[in-house]
């Protein structure tokens, strides 16, 4: 961009064209006076001479200048500028050749001008061309070793070039001259070709550097793209957390509301259900009780029917309000100080008309009469014993035992505690069976049997009554022969906490 | 007029065949009963009415028993009364409730007959 339209001109190839024609014309005006004895083998100058210096001085110039402009300003060079440096050359070459022709006798040495031609070929052409050239160059060299003369026809007149062999040095001279000039040629050869393999070299790495660059690129392009689809599946993924999570929330609300609503219906229900069940109760109570009139034996024993059929309902209800209130339920346990015989008695009176009409024998024993009061929330032991008892009844045959006994068991134990034992002579629980019962649900198969009724929450309700009041419940049995549950409650217990 | 020596007991119940059993039954015992079969009739009635006990239902129509409770509490006139609550609610929250509000008792009604419920009548009125 910088570069002086002079410098540009200088070296470009008009200056070729101005020496040819120089030279042309040169050599026309050379022929037309060549009649006036130009030649002679001496210092003369001769326009012959002249001509030749100018023309060796015009071709210096000119690579001068085009190596300038070729190495500070690093331009290529166009085709055109081939053809007309490889005329250029030629030039050169011409002459070289006529001035070592006229002069070359002087000095053996002079026949390293052949290098300025070499060279100028070599840099204009970094290829074939200045292979072939050199080449040339090396082969004339040579070749003059056997040319004593050479005769130039220049138009009409003979121009005797003597041969620069046939200076007065030796032959030790010549051989010398030729092996310098044999090893120029060769080293110049050389380092053509090891141009050639660095450019190639060069040419290769930088390639495989593009390659690289592009792969480098490539890679980029494919970790952006790479990223991108990562951070859009994030987002997505944000996004559907966050829908989820809102999903979520609304699941957990909907959860809460459909608990409460159940919460409540089952509270609502079986407090609904309550009222009429005390009014059967009540009537068939009174009935019963012969408080409306006398009534028959059979009469009795249908109302008493009715009557346990009632009982075993509300204990079916009082269960249900109970195993809603699964969870924590501590709290829900009013304690109150009781007497456990009165109690006991208060619950199983329930059953007399029971006992009687399947001819039972329902007995309370007390081991002593000076028993502690406990600590129990009434509403739910009247639930354990009134389960007990009525199972002890359901699963005694006709004319069983059914025996509720107090025991004290403050003196064998750590922990000074009362013992309700319920045993009854009925049909046992299996030995394979008896690890389930206490499970929600699990009825024996020899109690389905007998009765198709229950729902087999009793038990498990019982047990955890049982436990809330800090005490202890188990059972023994033979299958046919009976089963005694225990209930072991601790004396003055504390409420403990539930975590 | 009634000797003074019968007790008289006010009986708040809205299910009428309960109610009238309850009625029959406690007559028997020579009580002197009066009914409302709401909360609002049985304030109206408390005015002119002075019992020496009341069987109060939680759940009734109008007012419910919660408030009756907290009603006779607040008067000084009535706050002496016992008041056993005679109900089929029976979670650990509404016996609370009934007993902060001055109930001396919580019988759920499902799970006594009416000879129970006479017996601690009984024992409330013959100290």
Avoid: C
Avoid at chain 1, 139 to 154: C, D, P, Q, R, V
Avoid at chain 1, 237 to 261: D, G, I, M, V
Avoid at chain 2, 59 to 86: R, Y
Wanted: proline fraction near 3%; avoid cysteine.
């Amino acid at each position: 961009m910088s570069n002086p339209v002079s410098l540009k001109l200088f070296a470009s190839g008009r200056l070729i064209y101005l020496r040819w024609f120089s030279l042309a014309g040169l050599l026309a005006i050379l022929g037309l006076f060549s009649n006036f004895n130009l030649i002679t083998a001496s210092y003369v100058i001769s326009p012959v001479t002249l001509a030749i210096w100018l023309i060796l001085a015009l071709s210096l110039i000119n690579f001068l200048l085009w190596l300038i402009y070729r190495f500070i300003y690093l331009k290529p060079i166009s085709g055109l500028v081939n053809v007309l440096s490889l005329l250029q050359i030629v030039i050169d070459i011409f002459a070289v050749f006529s001035f070592l022709a006229l002069f070359g006798y002087l000095s053996p040495f002079l026949i390293l001008m052949w290098l300025y031609p070499l060279a100028e070929a070599i840099v204009l052409f970094k290829s074939l061309g200045s292979i072939i050239i050199s080449l040339g160059l090396g082969l004339t060299a040579y070749s003059l070793k056997f040319i004593a003369e050479t005769k130039l026809m220049i138009a009409g007149d003979t121009v005797v070039l003597k041969s620069v062999l046939n200076s007065p040095l030796g032959d030790e001279a010549k051989n010398w001259l030729f092996m310098s000039l044999g090893i120029i040629v060769s080293s110049l050869f050389l380092i053509y070709v090891f141009s050639l393999v660095k450019q190639q070299g060069l040419f290769l790495l930088e390639s495989g550097e593009k390659k690289l660059k592009q792969k480098q690129i490539g890679d980029e392009a494919w970790r952006e793209r790479w990223l991108n689809k990562f951070s859009l599946t994030l987002d997505e993924n944000k996004r559907t957390l966050r829908a989820k999570e809102l999903e979520l929330a609304l699941a957990y609300q909907k959860l809460n509301t459909l608990e409460h609503a159940k919460a409540e219906f089952i509270s609502i229900s079986t407090h609904q259900m309550r009222t009429p069940l005390a009014a059967i109760k009540w009537t068939f109570n009174m009935m019963l009780s012969e408080q409306l009139g006398k009534i028959t034996e059979e009469q009795k024993n249908f109302l008493d029917k009715g009557y346990q059929g009632t009982l075993r309902l509300i204990n079916i209800v009082n269960n249900l309000v109970h195993i809603d209130h699964d969870e924590a339920n501590k709290d829900d346990y009013n304690f109150q100080a009781t007497n456990l015989a009165d109690f006991l008695k208060d619950i199983s009176g329930a059953f007399s008309n029971q006992a009687e009409s399947k001819k039972i024998n329902l007995t309370i024993n007390q081991a002593a009469s000076n028993l502690p009061m406990i600590e129990l929330d009434q509403n739910k032991m009247r639930m354990v014993l009134e389960n007990l008892i009525d199972n002890a009844m359901k699963y005694t045959p006709r004319e069983g035992q059914v025996s509720l006994i107090i025991k004290d068991d403050r003196l064998n134990s750590a922990e000074p505690a009362i013992e309700l034992m319920i045993k009854d002579t009925g049909v046992g629980i299996p030995v394979d069976e008896q690890k389930k019962i206490f499970h929600k649900f699990y009825r024996a198969s020899n109690a389905r049997r007998q009765e198709p009724d229950g729902s087999g929450i009793g038990l498990f309700i019982a047990k955890d009554i049982v436990e809330n009041h800090s005490g202890t419940i188990w059972f023994d049995s033979v299958e046919n022969k009976g089963t005694t549950f225990h209930i072991v409650l601790p004396v003055r217990q504390k409420i403990k906490n539930k975590v | 007029m009634s000797e003074t020596e019968s007790k008289k007991i006010l009986i708040v119940e809205d299910d009428e065949f309960l109610r009238s059993l309850t009625v029959k039954r406690l007559e028997k015992e020579n009580y002197n009963i009066e009914v409302a079969m709401d909360g609002k009739v049985a304030l109206e009635v408390l005015t002119t009415y002075s019992p020496d006990l009341i069987l109060l239902d939680l759940l009734l129509p109008e007012i419910d028993g919660f408030e009756v409770l907290a009603k006779i509490q607040e008067n000084p006139a009535w706050s002496k009364i016992p008041v056993v609550v005679f109900s089929n609610l029976g979670q650990r929250e509404d016996i609370e409730k009934a007993k902060s509000l001055g109930a001396s008792d919580f019988l759920i009604k499902a799970n006594f007959t009416l000879d129970d419920v006479t017996t601690k009548v009984n024992g409330y009125l013959n100290k």
